[in-house]
């Protein structure tokens, strides 16, 4: 299981002109949430999932070194099975290592289930969809959580 960790000011999920997932973070007191965007691969379990959420939970890259859970700072958890994309062979990436929809799509529930119950507030896209999404990066951070 691979999380594409963004510190971010704001972002959002949509589907076909929808909304359909946002965080906007108060600007009283938490300036930042996180965009987690969540790829799932064959072998990835349920523990990991639950894993990753309480270690993304806890993850101190929020203002003066503290966490989502320091804070309450919301998270974005949005599906994206590209985190697998194998481009080692030509130029058009493999997708084979990323989970199909029936193994992936209960996990990165889990993943965010996990999160609601630890205390965040998550927000979703919506999984298989085509989406769009914006958001506005703070620092920039990026990190890459595995399990």
């Known amino acids: 299981m691979r999380i594409l960790v963004q510190r971010v000011a704001s972002a959002?999920?949509?589907v076909a002109d929808e909304v359909?997932?946002?965080?906007d973070p108060p600007a009283a007191g938490v300036?930042?949430?996180l965009l987690a965007?969540?790829?799932?691969?064959e072998t990835d379990t349920e523990a990991m999932a639950k894993s990753l959420a309480d270690k993304l939970f806890?993850?101190?890259?929020?203002?003066?070194?503290r966490s989502a859970a320091d804070l309450g700072a919301p998270i974005l958890v949005v599906s994206q099975f590209t985190?697998?994309?194998?481009?080692a062979k030509g130029r058009r990436p493999s997708w084979s290592a990323a989970a199909p929809g029936p193994i992936a799509e209960p996990l990165v529930t889990t993943f965010a289930d996990t999160l609601r119950g630890l205390?965040?507030?998550?927000?979703?896209?919506r999984f298989g969809a085509h989406m769009q999404v914006s958001l506005?990066?703070?620092?920039?951070?990026t990190l890459l959580l595995e399990a």
């Open 83 to 87: 985190l697998y994309a194998d481009t």
């Open 58 to 65: 806890r993850l101190r890259i929020l203002d003066g070194e």
């Open 12 to 14: 959002r999920v949509t």
């Open 119 to 125: 205390g965040a507030t998550v927000a979703t896209g």
């Open 20 to 23: 359909v997932g946002q965080i």
């Open 136 to 141: 506005v990066n703070d620092g920039p951070v």
């Open 37 to 41: 965007l969540v790829g799932v691969t």
């Open 31 to 33: 300036p930042h949430g």
